[in-house]
C-alpha cells in the first residue's frame, strides 16, 4: 500500500471502538430526535420543518475520515417572508468543513467569523432585507444555521458538508449517513467514493437492495436516484479494513509543522477490582427525555450482572438534587433500581455544577446524563473518586462528558457508538494505556491527546513539530505496571503529507480538550476556530450577499471568489477607522446626556403652565368619541386593549409622529386635581406633590388573558397541581407562558420547589436561546433567586456580547445577590461603549442606574475608578422601566398621569414633569418613564404592543416591567411583573402606582 493511503487509514482513529458483532446493525437502529433540516416555529413554538423538494448527497471517503456534503433546496409553502434554522445534530467527533447559500442563483460559500460578530453582522444585514446565512455550534451539540430570507412560496438553497471520524465494527470501519426525514423527498441523489482498503463497501438501510458499489481504479463507486422516497432510516456504509503498522504524518502549514501519529497496538486488558459501592447520578432534567432510556437500562442490568453484589447510592438532580435513595443489588438484581428509574419523573432545567459527584466513600461514580448543562452553575466539582460518565442520546456534550471523566481518572462511554458488553468491559477492566510520551531529541509542543490515553487498535497522537525532525519515547502500562516502550522518530521531510489533514485533527484535538471548560478557555476556543478555520462554541461561518456588507463589517468574502475578494481589499484601503474620534464622539454624547438629565431631574413645575393647560380639557373631553374611534379603526387599538387590526408583523414598522395629538388626555383627571386646578388652580404646590408616605403599587393580573390551559390550573387542587402540569406539557412543550403560568400558580400553593424546576425549564427549549434565558432571568429575579439569576445573565451576556442589554441585565442581577462592584463595573462598560444606533439612550438608562446603586451601597463599593462626571443624584418619585425578550419588535410604555395626560412616545413630556425616554422601535427596551416630583393620585401602567418584524411564525412577545417609588431614595419600592403579550395591536394594563 502506498505511504499516503496507509496514511488516509490511520487518520481520524481518535474515537475507534473494541470490536463487537452488531454494531452495524445498533447504528441503523439509533434514530436521532431532530433530523437534518430546515425549521420554522409555529405560533405554539413548536419547531415545523419546511418541506425538501431536493436532496443530493456525497460521500467521500479516504481511509478512516468521511467527507460528506448535502446541498438541500427548502420551499416555504407560507404566505410570508419567514428566518429558517437549518438544524444539523452532530455526533461525537463530527466537524463542519463547509457552508454554503445560494445568493442570486449561485452559491456562495460562507467564511469564519468570531461568533459576536458573525451574530451582530447576520441580525444587522435582515434589519435590511439582504440575504446572509448564519451557522453556529449550540449548547445542545447542534450546528445551526439561520437562514434568511426564505420567500414567499419560494424555495432556498444550502449546502453543508461536514468531516466525520468512522466507527469500528467487527471486521473494519462503519458510517451511519444522518437520514431520518418523516416526509418524503420529491428528488433524491446519492454517490458515494470510498478510497479505503482495497476491499470492497457495502451499503445498509433505505434502498440498500438498490445501491451496488463499482471498482472504479483504486476506489469504489456507488450512485442512486429517486424520486418521491421517504429517507426515514440512516444509510451504513461498511469498510472492510487491514491493519498496518505505526504510521507518521507531518503537514506544514504557514510554517508551522503538525504531525500525526497512529499506533497499531494490542489493546491488552486485565481483570479489575470490582467496586463495594457505587453513587449512581441520573440527570433528570427535562431533555433527560431525549437520551436512549432503554439502552441506558441494557447497559446497567450488564453492569449489575457483572458486579453482583453492591451497595448503590442513587441521586437523581435537574436544576437541583430532586431524589436521592440507598440500594442494595444482590446476584445482580436490581429491579428495585429500575422501577425507580422507570418512573422518574423528566423536568426542569439541568445544571450540572449540582451533580453530586464528590462521592468519596464510594469507590466509583456513574454520571448518566447529556452532559448539556443549559442552566445555573455548568461545572461539578468531583472528589477522589473515578467518574464514569456515560451518555445514550444522539444529542450530547461529547467534550464535557470526556473532560468530567478524564478529570477524574474514570471513562467517558458513549452508548450510541459503543456497544453494550464493550462499556462495561471498558469500566472493570484495566486496559493497556499510553502512560507518557517523552521527548528524547528535537522540539515537541502540545501533544494531543494530553495524560493517560486508553490504547485502541488504532491510537492517534498528534503535536506541534518545532524542529525538522525529533524523536518520541512512548511507554504504556497495564493498571500501574508498565508493559511496553516505543522508540519512534519524526521527520519533517521523510514524513511530510501536502495536505491539511494532520494540522486539522491537532485542531480537533485541541478543541476536545478546550471545551471540557468553555467559560475559562473561551478566548482559545475563539482564537482557534479563527485560526482553522473551524466553526466552535466562539466562531461562525457566514454567508453575505452584497461586497458593501463585507467592507462595512471588515469580513473577507470566500477565497473561491477571487474578485469578491479583490474588490473587497480594493475598497478596505479607502476606510480609515480612528477608533479614538469615534471614543471622544462618544464621550461627548454622554456628557451632553448627562447634562440634560441632571437639568431635567432639578427642574420645578411651572403652576401657571399646568393652570393653562388645564383649560383645555373640557373641548378635548368633548372629542373623546373621536378619539376612540381613532384609536380603534386607525390604531387598531380598541377601548377595552383587545386585538383589532394592527401592523402586519411582515410590514416595516409605523412612523410614529402621526396623529400624536390623540393621545393627550384620554382620561379624564383625578376629580381632586380638577377642583384644584379650576380656575386658575391653587399656587400652593405642596398641596399636589406628594411627600414619601402612603404609597401603594398594584400589579394587574391581566385576567382578559385566558390560555387554553387556564381552566385546567384553575380546577386542579394543590395535589393535583403538577400531575396536571406534566399531563399537559406534551402539547404546550415550547410556550415559554405554559411554564411561567404553572409556575406562578405552583409557588402560589406553597410547592416552592416545584415552581423552580418547573421555571427553569425555559432554559430547556432551544439551544442558547437568549430570549428564553432573559424571561427565566427575570423571572428569577422577582422571585428573589438572583444567584440563579446571575448564572442565567451571564450566559446571555456569553450569547449577546454585542447587545448592551446583556450587560444591563447582569449588572442588575449582581446587584441583587450584593456584588455591587461588579455591577457598577458593567454599567460602566454600557456607558463607555459606543452602541449601535438602534440601542438609542442606553447610556442614559446606566447611569441612572449607577448612581442609584452608588447613593445606596456606597460604602461597599471602590468607586474611585469610576469618572466623577458620571456621578449625580437620580433620585425620583416615580420610575418606570419596560424591556421584551423579542428582537425586532416595537413595544410601547405608557403612563397615564393623574391630570390624564398619556405619556408615550409621541408625548415624551408631560405637564407634571414626566419623561419617557427614546422610542425602541427594533426590539428589547428598556424604555424608561421618570418622574421627579409627583402629584397625589394614580398613575396607571400600560403596555402597548404595536407589532414586529420577526421572521417566524410565532407572534408571542414576553415583557418584563418594573414598577419603583421614591427610586434612588432610602425608601425606594420596586414591583416587577412578567406577562405575555399574544399578537400585535395589543394594550395590557400593567399596574397603577397610587400616590396619597
Known sequence: MPLILVVMVAFGLLYTRATFPTQAQQIIEQKPTRFPGVFVQDSTGQPKPLHIQSLSVDVQVRGTLATTTMEMKVYNPHNRILEGEFSFPISDGQLVSRFALDINGRLRNAVVVDKSKGRETFEEVIRTKIDPALLEMTRDNSFRARVYPIGAMSTRRIVIAFEQQLTRTDNGFGYAIPFAFPEKVDSFTFHADVAAFGSRPSLAGNSHDTVQFSHRGRTFVADMSEQNILLDKPFMLSVPVVFKNHVVSVNTIDNESYFGLFLMLDPKSQPATLPNKITLVWDASLSGLKRNHDKEQEFLAAMFHRIQNVSVDFIAFANAVVDQKSFVVRNGDWSAIKRMIKSMIYDGGTQLGVAPLRQDESDLVLLMSDGISTFGEHRPAHGSSPVFTVSSGVQADHDVLRFIAHESNGKYLDLTSRGIDDAVHAMFE????????????????????????????????????????????????????????????????ENNDSGSAMARLWAQHELHRLNGNRQENAEAIRNLGMKFGIVTPGTSLIVLDRLQDYVRFDIEPPSSEPELVQQWRDQRRNIYADSLAAQNRHATYVSLQIRQRTDFLKRTINVDSISKASQQKDSLRQNRKTIDFI???????????????????????????????????????????EEMLKDGGTSNMADLVSDDSNVSIRIETNKSERESWTKALDESSTRQLYSTYLALRPRYEFVSSFYLDFSDRLREKGLVKEALRVLTCLAELHGEDARELRILGHRL??????????????????????????????????????????????????????????????????????????????????????????????????????????????????????????????????????????????????EEFILPRALRGKYKVQVHYYGDRQQNLARSTTIQVELFRNYGGKNETREGVTMRLDGVARVVEVGTITVN
Request: charged residues 25%; glycine residues 6%; contains cysteine.
Open 430 to 493: 484495566d486496559h493497556l494505556a499510553i502512560r507518557s510520551v517523552k521527548v528524547l531529541d528535537g522540539t515537541i509542543e502540545d501533544v494531543r491527546p494530553s495524560g493517560t490515553i486508553e490504547v485502541q487498535e488504532v491510537t492517534t497522537l498528534t503535536g506541534r513539530l518545532r524542529s525538522p525532525s525529533a524523536t518520541i519515547e512512548i511507554l504504556t502500562s497495564i493498571g500501574e505496571t508498565i508493559v511496553g516502550k516505543e522508540i519512534i522518530s519524526i521527520n519533517v521531510n
Open 631 to 673: 384609536e380603534r379603526n386607525v390604531r387598531g387599538i380598541d377601548a377595552l386593549g383587545s386585538s383589532a387590526v394592527g401592523a402586519s408583523a411582515s410590514s416595516p414598522l409605523r412612523a410614529k409622529s402621526s396623529m400624536a395629538f390623540t393621545v393627550r388626555s384620554i382620561l379624564s383627571p383625578e376629580p381632586h386635581h
Open 781 to 926: 429575579l422577582q422571585i428573589q433567586q438572583a444567584q440563579l439569576a446571575v448564572h442565567v445573565f451571564a450566559d446571555v451576556m456569553r450569547i449577546r456580547t454585542e447587545e448592551p442589554q446583556a450587560y444591563r441585565d447582569l449588572g442588575l442581577a449582581y446587584a441583587a445577590v450584593g456584588n455591587y462592584q461588579k455591577a457598577a463595573d458593567l454599567f460602566v462598560k454600557i456607558i463607555e461603549t459606543p452602541w449601535h444606533a438602534r440601542f438609542p439612550e442606553m447610556e442614559l438608562i446606566a447611569l441612572t442606574e449607577l448612581n442609584q446603586l452608588i447613593t445606596k451601597h456606597a460604602a461597599s463599593m471602590n468607586i474611585e475608578r469610576i469618572n466623577k462626571k458620571y456621578l449625580f443624584s437620580v433620585k425620583s418619585d416615580v420610575r418606570v422601566v419596560l424591556t421584551w425578550d423579542a428582537d425586532n419588535s416595537d413595544v410601547d410604555l405608557w403612563v397615564t398621569d393623574p391630570l390624564g395626560d398619556v405619556c408615550m412616545y409621541s408625548l415624551r413630556d408631560t405637564r407634571i414633569g414626566g419623561h419617557l425616554s427614546r422610542d425602541f422601535t427594533g426590539g428589547y427596551g428598556p
